[in-house]
Structures are given as C-alpha cells and as structure tokens.
C-alpha cells in the first residue's frame, strides 16, 4: 500500500506527553513489520485556543480529512473552562466528530489480568470483562436543535432534541454486528423504548438490520437495567451497541470496572479518516511530570493500526508487548502497587518498545 | 391528627404478596405508636388492563387524590408487553407520577452490614455507601414533546424532546438540599452541561438555589464522571440530584451497589399525596410462591409514615426492625446463603412485626 500519512494532536494537560510515547512505539511497531507512516502534529483543545483563538482550527481539519488516521491526547482544563460556551475545549471533540464524519465509537474494555486487582469489583466477577461498546457518536441530543435558557411567557425554560434517522441506526447497528463477528456473537441493543420514540425506532431498526447476520445473536435491554448489570454481570455483555447519550455514560461505567481506566483506548470511525484516542482525560494536575500513563494513548495506536492502516500485524505486536510490560512489573504511578517498578511515562513508552 | 387513609395498589407478580406483607406491618407499627390508618386495594397496570381495560383507571387516581399516601408494589409482565404502546403496564407509573404530581423520587440506597457481603463491589468499597438519589420525575424527556418514527423527505426518523422550566429545577434542588440537612449536607447536582442547554439551565438554577441553604455545600457533575465515580467511590456520595432520564440511570446504577436490590424503597412526592414502592420490578417468574422478598415494600411503608402520615415513630420502629430480621439471620430465597434461616415472603413479614 502507498506510504501513509497521520495527524498527531496532542492536545492539552499530559496530551504531549503520551502522545510523544506512543508515536515512539507506532513507529517502532512500524518498522518492525516492515512499514512506515508520515505524521504532522496538528493543534486542538486549549492548545489552539491559545495559539488561533479558537478550538478547532480548520487547518488542523483539513490536515485530519487528508490523513489515513488520527491519535489524539487529550483535551480541556481548568484554565479554558471559563471562554464562551462556543470556544470550549470540548467543541473541538465534538467538532472534529462531526467534520469527519466519526458515527461509530468503539471502545474496547478488557481486563489486563495484571490489574485486575485494582477493579473495584471482586476478582471473581471482574475477571470475565471483555465488552465492546460501540456509540453511535454523530448523531442524537448531542447534535439535535437547541433551545438555550430563555424566558418564554414568563418562564424561563431550555431545550434539547433527540433525533435519529432510520440510516444513522442502521450503520451503526451493521458496525456492532459485524464487530460481534470473531468475538461472542451477541449484540446487546440499549434503549429506553417504554419512555422514547427515538429508542422505539432504534429498537425496531436494530431488529431488521441483525436478521442480515445469521451468526449474531441480537437481544434489547432498557438503559437503566443496563446500568445495573454491568456491575452485577458484566461477563455477560459481548457487543454493546447504544445512542451516543447513553454510550456517552454506559462507557464511562463499564471502563471503571476494569480497574485501568488510564490503559483503555478508544477508536472513533467514520467513512473517511479514523480518529483514536485513550478514554481518559487530560489530567492538567499532573502534566509534564512524567507521571501520565501513555498505554491507553499506545493501546489507540494499536487500533489506528488496526482500523486505519491495515497493518493487524503491528497492531496484534503493540498490544501483546503491552500485556508483556504489565505482567513483567512496570507501572506508572497510577496504577503503582508496592512490588512493582516504578517507571515514567518516557521509559514505560521505553519498555514497550523493547518487547515488540 | 384526624384518621388516615391509605391507597394500596398490589399491582402485577409479586406485588400482591409483597404489599400483602408491609400492610400487616405498617398496622402493626401504627397500632404500637398508638396510631392507625384506613386502607382500600386499587389495581394499576397488567391487573387494570385485565379488569378496566386500561393500566390507570380514573377510579384508582382518584382514590389516590384523596389518599394520605399509596403504596404501590411492582407493575407489569411479559403478558402486557404486546398492548398497544398506550395500554402499556408501565403507563401506570408514569400517568400517576404525572397525575398526582409528583415531581420528586426518593431513593436512599444504603447497605445493610448483615447483608454487604453480597455486593459486587469490594468490602472496603461497599461499606460507606449510603446516598440519597433525589431524582426529577415530573418533566424532562419522559413528558417532552415526541415524534414517533415517521418517514420526512423519505427518510425515516423519531425525535423525543428535553424540556425544564426553572421552576421545575428550583423545586426539586430546593428539595435535595433540604434532605441534604441533617445528612452530610453534601449535593452532587448531576447534568450534561457541556452538551446539553437544559443541563446548563439546570446548572444555574442549581446554584442560585444552594445559596439559600448555608449549611449545604453544592457540587456539579457530568452525568458519565457521576457514573464512573458511582462504582469507584461511592462512599464520596451524600445527596446526588439530578434530572429524570440521568436519575432513572444512576438511581439503577446505585441501587445494585449495595448488593440488596430487594430491599431498597422509594417515596415519589409532590404537592398532594406521595407514592411508595420498592425499587425492584414485578418478577412474574416467582410470583405466588412465597419467595418475594417483602423488605423493599416494608421499607417504603417505612418511608409512607415519614413523609406521609407524619409518624416518624413507627418509620424508625419498622427500619429498624428490618435491621434486626437481618442480624437475626432471616432470608428470603433471593438474599438465601447457607447458614442462615430461609424464610417465606410471609414469614418475614411476621418476624419484622415480632421485633416492632
Ligand atoms: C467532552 C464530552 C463532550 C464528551 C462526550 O460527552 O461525548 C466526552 O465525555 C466523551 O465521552 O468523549
Ligand atoms: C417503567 C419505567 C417507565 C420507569 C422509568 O423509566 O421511570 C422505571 O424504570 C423506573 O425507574 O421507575
């Protein structure tokens, strides 16, 4: 394949920092497997605040159309928290979804069986994690019509909408079902359609698209029984596939349960260019301390590997070398134990590199 | 105070034996605190639907108008889920919230030391959870304005709408503060402001309202951080207030925490009469066999002399009654293990009325 070509955004807090660690070991895994990638580093978040006035620049989307993948840091902090609602840090994720197009979140939450202990469930309900969360990330009250505050015969009132397409479920529901395939099979659909048309229609499509896949067994679960089992059962769940409100909170809980929130990345797909992140945030009370755990930003790369380069061999490489540095003792400080080594973000990027 | 008068609704499953069960003990601790109430059985849901036709007779929201308090069991079951979607069991909760106005959903979720160790979480995580979910229950995107799937410019597409007033978000914060005393005096107001215009209103209110209460101190949170900080720290949480669709997630979320779902009651208050009810559902599967566990409606008796009947005395005389059943070692079949006495949903009604 022709050379390719990714965009780097660190973004903000410990953004640089991980972001610096897993390009090292992207490249690495590169070479090992024979390739290679171009990348530029682009601004968004605070950082292009500061330096453009705003936190999206377009020519930090227009590199991003163009690239074959994107890995970002981390955006936001306390010092951006303050700017008009438009400028907000955040408006740069939400953003560069949208411009490019970024329907499916998929977010993988395993357990590393060396970490299992920090879960904040027993060992013995933990141990079976491994759930994939697919959001649909384009649509839904994160971008439907608005109404801000404002008095309306007296009363001061807001408003949000809930919207979904017939076309917007169905591309998403193909993408878990075929995303179900080489896993358990079964997809579980996650609705509120006793309260929701929009569940009702989601529920109802849902249903047509996975009579297309013969191997995938489909079932619909209500949102807040959902919320409840995956602390009671979360061995239970294979594909999660859900509304972006709902993936937006679903996700966050189910990453907890693993005990290694700072390990978990992220992949958000589109038609065009992919863009992978780690799911946390950017830590601003730690940065530039060397004290960030950059797997969750190496673990992304691996899935921008995966998904965007079509190169399974450095991806499978990244993610075995990261299991091999957890079960050879090195941690970062946030998820140091006594007995273990202590390494920064630097040398833990290191010691990934070392095993691929 | 003059003589009152209670609304039973058993409902659907296991809400017959259940109610059956808190209605000896509500009359046993009333008559002990030297009081003592009327009561007449309304049906609501699959019942009502078998007998009237629809879930919510006029006949049942009248009684309950003119109740002191109704205590309802649980609702539904596989036999009503094909009604048309207006006919629907669960239209019977929502129309009563909407019709007696009740606007405000209690659910205090603490952990019964006797019973801890069957919680997911760990021992050490479990054991300092004790919140009080104040969740909206009047507006929100369950009364918003909705779009059933219908096809527009050939598209297909449903839309729900989030609708607060101010007033709507003074009330119930108003109300969680006022909990919040003699508590920890801590709120958690949960919201999506960095999405949602109506969580940014509510975010404003919000604070206006906490200014009057000097002994309460207020804190926001996006709802996917409160849902991560749930399994993580629940032991942090003292008041948490939030909308109706975030606190129909969380609320489900925390209940599971404390490993005893069959025991966790509820009040839903307005203006006029409240509502009382366990959390859990209507489990069709063990109905009329004895196995239900009668705590949560017990409970929600408890709640229904607190906030209700102005009798704080036989409140207290039935929690802690149900604390002592516990440390006697009495189960029903779902919170059985070996070693202790297993008991009949009956038979434990009798052992909370022996400990009065
Ligand atoms: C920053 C925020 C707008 C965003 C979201 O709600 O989608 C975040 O919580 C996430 O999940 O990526
Ligand atoms: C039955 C359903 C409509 C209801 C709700 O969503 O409010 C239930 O989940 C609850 O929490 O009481």
């Given at each position: 394949s022709s050379s390719k070509n990714i965009v780097i955004i660190p973004g903000d807090g410990i953004g640089t920092e991980i972001t610096a660690?897993?390009?090292q070991v992207a490249q690495a895994a590169a070479a090992q497997s024979g390739s290679s990638f171009t990348y530029e580093t682009?601004?968004?978040?605070?950082a292009a605040i500061d330096e453009y006035g705003i936190p999206l620049p377009a020519e930090t989307i227009e590199a991003c159309r163009k690239a074959d993948g994107v890995l970002l840091?981390?955006?936001?902090?306390?010092?951006?928290?303050?700017?008009?609602?438009e400028l907000r840090a955040e408006k740069a994720i939400l953003g560069l979804?949208?411009?490019?197009?970024?329907?499916?979140?998929?977010?993988?939450?395993k357990v590393f069986p060396a970490l299992a202990g920090q879960s904040p469930l027993k060992a013995e309900i933990?141990?079976?994690?491994?759930i994939l969360i697919v959001r649909e990330l384009n649509g839904g009250i994160y971008y439907g019509a608005r109404q801000e505050a404002s008095v309306v015969n007296g009363v001061e009132q807001a408003c949000d909408s809930e919207m979904y397409s017939r076309p917007e479920v169905e591309r998403i529901v193909r993408l878990a079902c075929r995303a179900a395939i080489g896993r358990k099979g079964r997809v579980t659909s996650v609705d509120k359609a006793n309260v929701l048309a929009?569940?009702?229609?989601?529920?109802?499509?849902?249903?047509?698209?996975?009579?297309?896949?013969?191997?995938?067994?489909?079932?619909?679960?209500?949102?807040?029984?959902?919320?409840?089992?995956?602390?009671?059962n979360p061995g239970n769940f294979d594909v999660i596939v859900t509304s972006n409100l709902f993936g937006d909170i679903l996700s966050d809980e189910a990453a907890v349960l693993s005990g290694s929130i700072g390990l978990l990345p992220s992949a958000s797909l589109g038609d065009g260019t992919g863009l992978y992140e780690p799911i946390h945030g950017s830590a601003p009370d730690i940065a530039g301390q060397g004290l960030a755990n950059p797997l969750g930003t190496i673990l992304s790369a691996a899935m921008l590997f995966r998904y965007s380069l079509s190169n399974t061999q450095a991806a499978i490489m990244i993610e075995q070398a990261v299991e091999q540095v957890l079960n050879d003792g090195y941690r970062t400080a946030d998820i140091f134990q006594p007995g273990f080594t202590k390494v920064s973000t630097e040398e833990m990027g290191r010691q990934v590199i070392a095993r691929l």
């Open positions: 660690a897993a390009l682009k601004q968004a978040g605070g840091g981390a955006v936001g902090g306390p010092q951006w928290d303050h700017v008009a609602p979804r949208k411009e490019l197009g970024l329907y499916a979140n998929l977010r993988p939450i933990v141990s079976a994690v491994n929009t569940s009702r229609l989601w529920r109802k499509v849902a249903a047509e698209i996975a009579q297309d896949f013969s191997e995938v067994e489909l079932s619909h679960m209500y949102v807040d029984n959902c919320a409840m089992q995956l602390v009671l």
